[in-house]
């Protein structure tokens, strides 16, 4: 079983509706819970983190945990055609974090 | 602003060859990571050190893969022979800021071995 899975998707989504990421994973002592999104061909970059069980929101995105489940997931409210990316789930423990292989989202215009 | 660097940005050799990747953390980073990244194993952690410290580096190939941090402001990494399957963008990423996990990574280092 792999650490954190994710559909690799693609998933297409119209813009302005929601998009909605999922991701699961295999360590219970897991501690940290992270959305990094990469464009095409640029770095990872770090859009969400969370903790605590329950919702996190920052403005357009919401990141749920479920501890019990050990399921992660991220929503897009009012996607736009630059939301276009590949979202990758990743979970922090014992010192380093251990990344999904990555959601590619398109959102159709 | 504060960001990572890495050198070069672009890097196509010869199976056999050496290659040198270099990463500039963020000043004040005390930890910096090695990852590779292809579209059939997604992003692997290499190795990482804190406060120079090399901490796990069970993610690299170690008859060709080595890295270091001679100082605060530089972490290599290097192979050794380089071979075609060692083709993939390597990434550093830095950390120590407020939130714990959260990383910076630089722009990566794109190497093809032919």
């Known amino acids: 079983q792999k650490e954190v899975e994710q559909n690799s998707g693609p998933l297409s989504v119209p813009e302005g509706a929601i998009a909605s990421l999922n991701c699961t994973y295999s360590d219970r002592g897991s501690q940290s819970f992270f959305w990094y999104r990469q464009y095409s061909g640029k770095s990872p970059e770090l859009i969400m983190f969370?903790?605590?069980?329950g919702d996190k929101e920052d403005g357009r995105f919401t990141a749920q945990l479920n501890k019990a489940s050990q399921y992660v997931s991220l929503l897009i409210r009012d996607s736009q055609p630059s939301d276009s990316a590949t979202y990758l789930c990743?979970?922090?423990?014992?010192?380093?974090?251990?990344f999904g292989k990555g959601t590619r989202l398109h959102i159709l215009p | 602003d504060a960001r990572v660097t890495q050198t070069p940005r672009h890097k196509v050799t010869e199976m056999g060859q050496e290659v040198t990747m270099r990463c500039q953390p963020i000043l004040g980073h005390n930890t910096v990571f090695w990852y590779r990244q292809t579209m059939m194993q997604g992003l692997e952690l290499l190795a990482y050190?804190?406060?120079?410290?090399?901490?796990?580096d069970s993610g690299m190939p170690k008859d060709r893969f080595s890295a270091e941090m001679p100082d605060a402001t530089l972490a290599t990494l290097k192979i050794q022979p380089s071979e075609p399957r060692d083709s993939a963008v390597y990434f550093c990423?830095?950390?120590?800021?407020?939130?714990?996990?959260?990383?910076?990574f630089g722009p990566g280092t794109r190497l093809t071995v032919t």
């Open positions: 969370i903790y605590s069980n």
């Open positions: 050190f804190r406060n120079r410290a090399p901490l796990d």
């Open positions: 990743a979970v922090g423990r014992d010192d380093k974090i251990i």
């Open positions: 990423a830095s950390e120590g800021g407020v939130v714990p996990y959260e990383q910076y």
